[in-house]
Protein backbone atom coordinates (compact mmCIF):
# COMPACT_ATOMS: atom_id res chain seq x y z
CA UNK A 1 0.00 0.00 0.00
CA UNK A 2 1.85 3.56 -1.00
CA UNK A 3 2.13 6.32 1.29
CA UNK A 4 2.37 9.36 0.15
CA UNK A 5 3.71 12.35 2.12
CA UNK A 6 3.89 16.19 1.55
CA UNK A 7 4.80 19.33 3.66
CA UNK A 8 3.56 22.48 3.05
CA UNK A 9 4.79 25.65 4.83
CA UNK A 10 1.75 28.35 4.80
CA UNK A 11 2.29 32.25 6.29
CA UNK A 12 -1.00 32.00 6.95
CA UNK A 13 -2.85 31.32 10.18
CA UNK A 14 -4.00 27.78 11.35
CA UNK A 15 -7.34 28.01 11.63
CA UNK A 16 -7.44 29.81 7.78
CA UNK A 17 -5.59 26.62 6.30
CA UNK A 18 -7.66 23.96 8.28
CA UNK A 19 -10.82 26.08 6.99
CA UNK A 20 -9.42 26.49 3.36
CA UNK A 21 -8.70 22.34 3.24
CA UNK A 22 -12.41 21.55 3.97
CA UNK A 23 -13.73 23.73 2.09
CA UNK A 24 -15.50 22.71 -0.54
CA UNK A 25 -15.49 25.08 -3.18
CA UNK A 26 -11.64 25.80 -2.30
CA UNK A 27 -11.29 22.42 -3.55
CA UNK A 28 -12.80 23.05 -6.57
CA UNK A 29 -10.72 25.60 -7.22
CA UNK A 30 -7.12 23.59 -5.76
CA UNK A 31 -8.23 20.88 -8.29
CA UNK A 32 -9.14 22.66 -11.76
CA UNK A 33 -6.41 21.27 -13.70
CA UNK A 34 -8.99 18.06 -13.63
CA UNK A 35 -12.53 19.49 -13.21
CA UNK A 36 -13.11 18.64 -9.96
CA UNK A 37 -16.36 19.45 -8.60
CA UNK A 38 -18.87 18.09 -5.80
CA UNK A 39 -21.64 16.47 -7.36
CA UNK A 40 -22.97 14.74 -4.28
CA UNK A 41 -23.52 15.11 -0.44
CA UNK A 42 -22.20 18.17 0.92
CA UNK A 43 -21.19 20.59 -2.18
CA UNK A 44 -20.30 23.56 -0.75
CA UNK A 45 -19.58 25.19 2.70
CA UNK A 46 -16.90 23.53 5.04
CA UNK A 47 -17.01 19.79 5.83
CA UNK A 48 -17.24 18.52 9.30
CA UNK A 49 -16.96 14.86 11.23
CA UNK A 50 -19.58 12.73 9.66
CA UNK A 51 -20.16 14.14 6.18
CA UNK A 52 -20.07 12.84 2.72
CA UNK A 53 -18.63 14.43 -0.60
CA UNK A 54 -19.05 12.86 -3.91
CA UNK A 55 -16.40 14.21 -6.19
CA UNK A 56 -16.21 14.02 -10.09
CA UNK A 57 -12.90 14.62 -12.32
CA UNK A 58 -11.34 13.62 -14.90
CA UNK A 59 -8.22 11.28 -14.03
CA UNK A 60 -5.95 9.98 -17.05
CA UNK A 61 -8.95 11.28 -19.60
CA UNK A 62 -11.90 9.33 -18.10
CA UNK A 63 -14.34 11.06 -16.04
CA UNK A 64 -14.98 9.58 -12.66
CA UNK A 65 -17.02 9.83 -9.04
CA UNK A 66 -15.09 9.27 -6.30
CA UNK A 67 -17.70 9.46 -2.38
CA UNK A 68 -15.46 10.50 0.68
CA UNK A 69 -16.48 10.46 4.23
CA UNK A 70 -14.98 12.37 6.99
CA UNK A 71 -14.12 9.88 9.91
CA UNK A 72 -12.08 12.03 12.31
CA UNK A 73 -11.95 15.43 13.12
CA UNK A 74 -9.82 17.93 15.54
CA UNK A 75 -10.22 21.45 15.12
CA UNK A 76 -8.10 22.79 14.11
CA UNK A 77 -5.53 20.58 13.78
CA UNK A 78 -6.48 17.77 11.97
CA UNK A 79 -9.34 15.55 9.61
CA UNK A 80 -9.37 12.32 8.04
CA UNK A 81 -11.56 11.55 5.04
CA UNK A 82 -11.95 7.78 3.78
CA UNK A 83 -12.68 6.74 0.35
CA UNK A 84 -16.49 4.75 0.41
CA UNK A 85 -17.02 4.49 -3.24
CA UNK A 86 -14.32 4.93 -6.16
CA UNK A 87 -11.98 3.39 -7.88
CA UNK A 88 -9.37 2.62 -5.70
CA UNK A 89 -9.63 -0.26 -3.15
CA UNK A 90 -9.19 1.77 0.00
CA UNK A 91 -7.58 5.07 0.79
CA UNK A 92 -7.44 7.37 4.10
CA UNK A 93 -6.18 10.86 3.23
CA UNK A 94 -5.09 12.35 6.77
CA UNK A 95 -4.63 16.20 6.63
CA UNK A 96 -2.49 17.90 9.52
CA UNK A 97 -1.94 21.37 10.51
CA UNK A 98 1.37 22.69 12.79
CA UNK A 99 1.86 26.30 14.11
CA UNK A 100 5.45 27.16 12.98
CA UNK A 101 6.98 30.25 12.51
CA UNK A 102 4.44 32.56 12.67
CA UNK A 103 2.80 29.96 9.61
CA UNK A 104 1.47 26.76 9.37
CA UNK A 105 2.57 23.40 8.26
CA UNK A 106 -0.17 21.56 5.92
CA UNK A 107 1.24 17.93 6.55
CA UNK A 108 -1.03 15.74 3.97
CA UNK A 109 -0.65 11.58 4.28
CA UNK A 110 -2.40 9.65 1.43
CA UNK A 111 -2.56 5.88 1.84
CA UNK A 112 -4.37 3.75 -0.63
CA UNK A 113 -4.66 0.43 -2.60
CA UNK A 114 -5.21 0.35 -5.91
CA UNK A 115 -7.68 -2.37 -7.38
CA UNK A 116 -7.12 -4.95 -9.90
CA UNK A 117 -4.47 -6.73 -7.64
CA UNK A 118 -0.54 -7.17 -9.19
CA UNK A 119 -1.72 -5.19 -11.88
CA UNK A 120 -2.83 -2.57 -9.70
CA UNK A 121 0.84 -2.57 -7.73
CA UNK A 122 2.44 -2.73 -11.06
CA UNK A 123 0.23 0.78 -12.14
CA UNK A 124 1.45 2.28 -8.73
CA UNK A 125 5.45 1.48 -9.76
CA UNK A 126 4.82 2.88 -13.61
CA UNK A 127 2.61 6.09 -12.86
CA UNK A 128 -0.32 6.22 -10.32
CA UNK A 129 1.71 6.65 -7.39
CA UNK A 130 3.74 9.63 -9.20
CA UNK A 131 0.41 10.77 -10.32
CA UNK A 132 -1.05 10.83 -6.84
CA UNK A 133 1.60 12.60 -5.37
CA UNK A 134 2.09 15.31 -8.07
CA UNK A 135 -2.29 15.92 -7.71
CA UNK A 136 -1.15 16.31 -3.69
CA UNK A 137 1.36 18.73 -4.47
CA UNK A 138 -0.25 20.67 -6.88
CA UNK A 139 -3.06 21.16 -4.38
CA UNK A 140 -1.13 22.03 -1.38
CA UNK A 141 0.43 24.95 -3.79
CA UNK A 142 -2.88 26.05 -4.39
CA UNK A 143 -4.13 26.11 -0.78
CA UNK A 144 -1.03 27.85 -0.27
CA UNK A 145 -1.54 30.68 -2.96
CA UNK A 146 -4.82 31.18 -1.27
CA UNK A 147 -4.39 31.46 1.85
CA UNK A 148 -1.04 33.69 1.78
CA UNK A 149 -3.60 35.95 -0.65
CA UNK A 150 -5.89 36.36 2.20
CA UNK A 151 -3.61 37.29 5.33
Not at 10 to 36: G, M, Y
Not at 76 to 99: I, L, Q, Y
Not at 115 to 124: F, R
Amino acid sequence: MPIIKHEQFIQASLDVCFDLARNVEIHTLTTSKTKEKAVGGVTQGLLKKGDTVTWEATHFGIRQKLTVKVTHMEKPTMFVDVMVKGAFNSFTHTHRFVEENGGTIMIDIFKYKSPLGIVGIIADKLFLEKYMTNFIISRAKELKRIAENLE
